[in-house]
């Protein structure tokens, strides 16, 4: 009997909740399991009428592109049913200092003459010589494409193909609901609008049924995507939260949504994330909105005096009109992440995995990474779902790990020091073991390709390079340069030469955000 069951075949997924990370995940299955024509495995969503979604995930990673392109939505759709707009990366203001504003950008692109020249070494040895370029601008074209408000194409651009590396920023709600009408209509996902009440378990201690207010599901394997209250992998499974409070304070966001002054307006082609005595601000520039929030840590300051940090920003920015704080949304969040996402036949994806704090907008490329790992791994029956389910577990742990020291970089790279907040942010103390050790390396030695182990990484060199050297000044460190030969670093010279002159030639060739958006719209 016991036999039996473990070897039955996988054949109904149920994934539970009707946030992005819910769609996302039943439309990555679906897709990539034709479930539509697949008579022996079915996907069908359970969201709760009872409970709203998040809504405010609105910057998304470059992978997002090959996402929609492979669940079969065309570019020119979801620009237009999600309000989207183009992002090529982030602009941190103010985060390295609290003198005169200050600039560094984390732009999407790979550094000119990544591979094959001596970036790191290169900038620390003649960086100096160029007080008035940043390492972004010196090594990317996009710090200029952000400075005009550029497109990353042309309009005769493929669609999801790119002139300059770019995600999305998009309006959360029309997302999902993008994601639902398309999973149901042209995926052949199941869809039932019920609350999940109660679980089931069978003699195994894996779930057999949701009972939900009016039904029970059934199914295989179950994917939680229930957002914070994670119905099945936390209260159902107790799998417990590894917090990193100790490190990164914040936990909690003040948001709004702001209108234009001028429906004609530039629109901004990166994420701007501004620091501020408690935290910082993100900017999202849509076509027809901003969604702007402030992030800050109720152990360091109040609500109301985040409300005015918000309010005074918003008071800053000219292209847009009033808001009244009565729009203001307070959301709450705990920063760690579940080291046993997946535990028996449950799966957690999205928030109700984790969630660490918005900067660098990493957790909707967590959902993404997530739920093309249970596609391409998907156990066909329950024998094998312990080997899965390891492999999952230990693969995402180390990358929670991952996402927890690039977020900390950001802070301990700083030398604010105008509260208790930043002197508490800013202390390495707090910061992983390896996060110390990388640090003290290089400070004596660029960043190596082989400081990172894995092909995958989600913060790879190119990403550690922008935060550094954005941050820190070449003559901060300590390197001997003697072991760099002319070639190699003139081969790096020459990669810079041409990004310059690439530079300009894009200024010249692409359209606005807005003029590209308007074309793609018409
Ligand atoms: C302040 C803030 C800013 C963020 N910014 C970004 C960003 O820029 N980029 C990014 O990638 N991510 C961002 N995120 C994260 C992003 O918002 C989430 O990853 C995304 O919204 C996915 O949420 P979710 O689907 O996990 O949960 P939710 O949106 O909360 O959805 C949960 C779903 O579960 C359902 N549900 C709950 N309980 C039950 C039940 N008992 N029965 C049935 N259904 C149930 C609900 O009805 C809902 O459909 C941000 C998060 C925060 C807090």
Same mark, same amino acid.
């Given at each position: 009997?016991?036999?039996?069951?473990?070897?039955?075949?996988?054949?109904?997924?149920?994934?539970?909740?009707?946030?992005?990370?819910?769609?996302?995940?039943?439309?990555?299955?679906?897709?990539?399991?034709?479930?539509?024509?697949?008579?022996?495995?079915?996907?069908?969503?359970?969201?709760?009428?009872?409970?709203?979604?998040?809504?405010?995930?609105?910057?998304?990673?470059?992978?997002?592109?090959?996402?929609?392109?492979?669940?079969?939505?065309?570019?020119?759709?979801?620009?237009?049913?999600?309000?989207?707009?183009?992002?090529?990366?982030?602009?941190?203001?103010?985060?390295?200092?609290?003198?005169?504003?200050?600039?560094?950008?984390?732009?999407?692109?790979?550094?000119?003459?990544?591979?094959?020249?001596?970036?790191?070494?290169?900038?620390?040895?003649?960086?100096?010589?160029?007080?008035?370029?940043?390492?972004?601008?010196?090594?990317?074209?996009?710090?200029?494409?952000?400075?005009?408000?550029?497109?990353?194409?042309?309009?005769?651009?493929?669609?999801?193909?790119?002139?300059?590396?770019?995600?999305?920023?998009?309006?959360?709600?029309?997302?999902?609901?993008?994601?639902?009408?398309?999973?149901?209509?042209?995926?052949?996902v199941n869809y039932v609008n019920d609350h999940i009440e109660h679980i089931k378990?069978?003699?195994?201690?894996?779930?057999?049924?949701?009972q939900c207010k009016s039904q029970e599901i059934s199914g295989d394997l179950f994917?939680?995507?229930?957002?914070?209250?994670?119905?099945?992998?936390?209260?159902?499974?107790? &799998? +417990?939260?590894?917090?990193?409070?100790?490190?990164? *304070? =914040?936990?909690? #966001?003040?948001?709004?949504? !702001? $209108?234009? @002054?001028?429906?004609?307006?530039?629109?901004?082609?990166?994420?701007?994330?501004?620091?501020?005595?408690?935290?910082?601000?993100?900017?999202?520039?849509?076509?027809?909105?901003?969604?702007?929030?402030?992030?800050?840590?109720?152990?360091?300051?109040?609500?109301?005096?985040?409300?005015?940090?918000?309010?005074?920003?918003?008071?800053?920015?000219?292209?847009?009109?009033?808001?009244?704080?009565?729009?203001?949304?307070?959301?709450?969040? &705990? +920063?760690?992440?579940?080291?046993?996402?997946?535990? *028996? =036949?449950?799966? #957690?994806?999205?928030?109700? !995995? $984790?969630? @660490?704090?918005?900067?660098?907008?990493?957790?909707?490329?967590?959902?993404?990474?997530?739920?093309?790992?249970?596609?391409?791994?998907?156990?066909?029956?329950?024998?094998?779902?312990?080997?899965?389910?390891?492999?999952?577990?230990?693969?995402?742990?180390?990358?929670?790990?991952?996402?927890?020291?690039?977020?900390?970089?950001?802070?301990?790279?700083?030398?604010?020091?105008?509260?208790?907040?930043?002197?508490?942010?800013?202390?390495?103390?707090?910061?992983?073991?390896?996060?110390?050790?990388?640090?003290?390396?290089?400070?004596?030695?660029?960043?190596?390709?082989?400081?990172?182990?894995?092909?995958?990484?989600?913060?790879?060199?190119?990403?550690?390079?922008?935060?550094?050297?954005?941050?820190?000044?070449?003559?901060?460190?300590?390197?001997?340069?003697?072991?760099?030969?002319?070639?190699?670093?003139?081969?790096?010279?020459?990669?810079?030469?041409?990004?310059?002159?690439?530079?300009?030639?894009?200024?010249?060739?692409?359209?606005?955000?807005?003029?590209?958006?308007?074309?793609?719209?018409?």
């Amino acid at each position: 009997m016991k036999e039996s069951h473990f070897q039955a075949p996988l054949t109904s997924i149920v994934v539970a909740g009707g946030g992005a990370a819910g769609w996302l995940t039943a439309a990555i299955l679906a897709a990539e399991h034709n479930i539509k024509n697949n008579d022996r495995v079915s996907v069908t969503l359970v969201e709760s009428p009872d409970v709203k979604i998040l809504g405010v995930g609105e910057g998304t990673w470059p992978t997002m592109r090959d996402t929609l392109r492979k669940i079969g939505i065309s570019e020119a759709d979801f620009i237009a049913s999600c309000d989207a707009s183009f992002k090529q990366g982030t602009r941190f203001v103010n985060w390295k200092s609290t003198e005169s504003e200050n600039v560094y950008d984390h732009p999407f692109s790979l550094p000119a003459g990544f591979f094959e020249g001596e970036v790191g070494a290169w900038w620390l040895s003649h960086g100096h010589k160029h007080q008035k370029s940043t390492f972004s601008e010196m090594f990317s074209t996009q710090s200029l494409l952000c400075n005009f408000s550029k497109a990353p194409k042309q309009v005769q651009t493929p669609p999801y193909a790119a002139v300059a590396n770019y995600g999305y920023h998009l309006d959360a709600h029309k997302f999902a609901e993008l994601l639902k009408t398309h999973c149901i209509e042209r995926l052949g996902v199941n869809y039932v609008n019920d609350h999940i009440e109660h679980i089931k378990e069978d003699a195994e201690g894996y779930i057999a049924s949701l009972q939900c207010k009016s039904q029970e599901i059934s199914g295989d394997l179950f994917v939680d995507c229930t957002g914070f209250s994670a119905t099945l992998i936390g209260k159902h499974f107790n &799998s +417990p939260i590894t917090d990193v409070s100790h490190g990164l *304070k =914040n936990n909690s #966001a003040m948001a709004v949504q !702001a $209108g234009y @002054v001028d429906e004609n307006v530039d629109i901004a082609s990166a994420t701007l994330s501004t620091a501020h005595e408690n935290g910082w601000i993100w900017d999202i520039g849509l076509p027809h909105r901003k969604g702007v929030g402030c992030v800050y840590s109720s152990e360091f300051t109040s609500d109301e005096k985040a409300a005015e940090t918000l309010k005074a920003y918003l008071t800053s920015c000219k292209k847009t009109k009033d808001v009244s704080e009565s729009d203001f949304r307070k959301i709450t969040f &705990s +920063p760690g992440y579940r080291k046993t996402a997946w535990v *028996k =036949n449950c799966v #957690a994806v999205g928030t109700s !995995a $984790g969630f @660490v704090e918005p900067l660098e907008a990493s957790a909707l490329v967590m959902v993404e990474m997530s739920a093309r790992f249970i596609s391409e791994h998907l156990p066909n029956h329950r024998e094998i779902m312990p080997s899965v389910s390891k492999r999952f577990n230990s693969n995402f742990t180390r990358r929670w790990e991952r996402i927890v020291d690039f977020l900390k970089l950001h802070y301990v790279l700083s030398v604010r020091k105008d509260s208790p907040y930043w002197r508490f942010m800013t202390n390495l103390d707090n910061a992983s073991e390896q996060l110390k050790d990388w640090l003290l390396e290089w400070q004596y030695r660029p960043i190596s390709l082989t400081d990172f182990c894995y092909a995958d990484e989600l913060f790879p060199a190119a990403s550690y390079m922008y935060v550094l050297y954005g941050m820190k000044a070449p003559e901060q460190f300590a390197i001997n340069f003697s072991r760099y030969s002319d070639s190699v670093m003139g081969q790096t010279l020459n990669a810079v030469k041409a990004n310059e002159k690439l530079s300009q030639k894009h200024i010249a060739a692409l359209p606005t955000n807005r003029e590209l958006i308007k074309a793609i719209r018409a």
